[in-house]
């Protein structure tokens, strides 16, 4: 398993993908923070926060998460790799972890240049160092798990086709649900009793909870149990494609 994900890494790393995600998430949230005039730039909040980067973050990691993971299994099928991947000693699950590990892998290498952000947030406070320390890193750490969640999506949605196009708006289409979708269902109040319970299964929910600083064993649990869903489901497809 290891091994198939040092591979899962170094081909990230080798090819354009990789460096283009990371360079273009670092672009679009250092446009909203330090270009684009507005409320979301920092110097025009007033206060020192990292919020525009927790804000704008979900929505950037929706559209790159799915183009990078949209090739994890759908260019296996394509190319027929997929059945030397079966053959070699692991179990689906373990080949399935491996893609995933890498996925959350590259998300995190994305998320660490952005330190540079909180640092310099931190020298810009009145006075210095005048920051919510502990909310910025919950939010750190929800964005972590928010990535980890959608990449978990992408995985499955790679292994429902052979098309990486499809696979890539398949995965667009379920993190939209899953982090906003749900909590606008929830809105309309149509549910009754039930829309407390299906406000509380988005990931925007237990995102947002996280942001505030307090790190909740039930919003750990959350992220969890949603990434382990997508990993089975996925699972289940691969071996699906063996019965037929």
Request: glycine content about 8%; overall charge neutral.
């Amino acid at each position: 398993m290891w091994a198939l994900l040092r591979k899962e890494i170094s081909s990230f790393l080798s090819s354009v993908i990789g460096y283009m995600v990371i360079a273009v998430f670092l672009l679009l949230t250092g446009l909203f923070m330090w270009g684009f005039q507005g409320n979301l730039h920092v110097l025009d909040q007033g206060y020192a926060t990292l919020s525009t980067l927790f804000y704008i973050a979900p929505w950037v990691f929706m559209f790159l998460v799915p183009a990078i993971t949209m090739r994890s299994f759908s260019e296996e099928k394509r190319t027929g790799t997929i059945e030397l991947l079966f053959t070699r000693p692991l179990t689906d699950i373990q080949i399935v972890l491996a893609k995933y590990l890498a996925g959350v892998f590259l998300v995190l290498l994305a998320l660490i240049p952005t330190l540079i952000y909180y640092f310099s947030v931190i020298q810009l406070g009145n006075p210095v160092g005048n920051i919510d320390h502990g909310g910025t890193w919950g939010s750190y750490l929800g964005l972590l798990f928010l990535g980890a969640g959608f990449t978990a999506i992408g995985i499955f949605a790679s292994s429902v086709s052979d098309n990486q196009v499809v696979s890539f708006i398949l995965a667009l289409f379920l993190c939209f649900v899953c982090y906003s979708g749900l909590q606008q269902i929830a809105s309309f109040e149509l549910l009754g009793a039930f829309d407390r319970f299906v406000e509380k299964l988005s990931i925007a929910e237990h995102y947002d909870s996280m942001s505030r600083g307090v790190i909740d064993t039930r919003d750990v649990i959350y992220f969890v149990s949603l990434s382990g869903i997508f990993i089975i489901l996925t699972r289940t497809v691969l071996q699906s494609r063996k019965w037929s």
